[in-house]
């Protein structure tokens, strides 16, 4: 039985491989196809190494989803949401060392993997798309999430780690050219703060989009769940 402080810190170190592995391929030039892989890779990565430690959410919308669902307390819910948001300041962190090391970029230039809309969103997304978008690819990623972890299909659940970094990859190839693709308000958090310096505060402006929308995604996925597709005799 591992101890609460040890889950936390998965799951911090879990959503500092997600945002570092994702973001910086993001910053460092990676295309669409790349970006999408590091992040879903990035979950799998994760699933294998510290899932059987914390459950490898990464995530505060999973983990509120999973508190919807009544397979956590609200207490354990916010707690590894502070440790992911943790996870990702630090990995964004990281990348402004980095960043500062190399001759290529300019941190006043970096948006660092920081999520916006409007001029900032290669289709030009406005503020009311973002959000829509934002719903929906956390409804279905986190739909995808419940119903995965919830399967009583051995085969399912023993791949669930594989599954769920298949289908972060897939939102990503949409989302990114709507949003840059947030899904996750800690993946947002981080980059958000350090992207500050590049687009003059905005990116903090922009960033309670994609706390909400997650959050809202993620509720309309547990109900969804709960009323559609959770075996009725659980």
């Not at 919807?68 to 990995?91: E, T």
């Amino acid at each position: 039985m591992y101890t609460k402080s040890q889950k936390l810190l998965a799951e911090f170190l879990g959503t500092f491989g997600l945002v570092f592995f994702g973001c910086g391929t993001a910053i460092f030039g990676g295309d669409l196809v790349a970006i999408s892989l590091a992040f879903g890779l990035s979950i799998v990565v994760a699933a294998y190494t510290i899932g059987k430690i914390s459950g490898a959410h990464l995530n505060p919308a999973v983990s509120f989803a999973m508190y919807f669902d009544k397979r956590m307390s609200l207490n354990d819910a916010i707690a590894y949401s502070v440790a992911q948001i943790a996870g990702s300041v630090f990995a964004s962190l990281c990348h402004l060392i980095i960043v500062a090391c190399t001759g290529r970029i300019k941190i006043g230039d970096c948006l660092f993997g920081a999520n916006m809309f409007g001029d900032y969103s290669a289709a030009k997304t406005n503020f009311f798309g973002a959000l829509l978008v934002e719903i929906i690819l956390t409804a279905v990623f986190v739909l995808f999430v419940l119903s995965v972890t919830g399967s009583r299909d051995e085969g399912t659940s023993k791949h669930a780690g594989l599954f769920i970094g298949l289908a972060l990859t897939f939102v990503h190839l949409i989302g990114i050219p709507l949003t840059g693709t947030s899904v996750n308000p800690a993946r947002s958090i981080g980059p958000a703060i350090f992207g500050s310096i590049a687009s003059g505060g905005k990116s903090l402006l922009h960033m309670f989009i994609f706390i909400i929308g997650p959050m809202c995604g993620a509720f309309v996925a547990a109900f969804i769940y709960s009323f559609l597709i959770k075996d009725k005799d659980q």
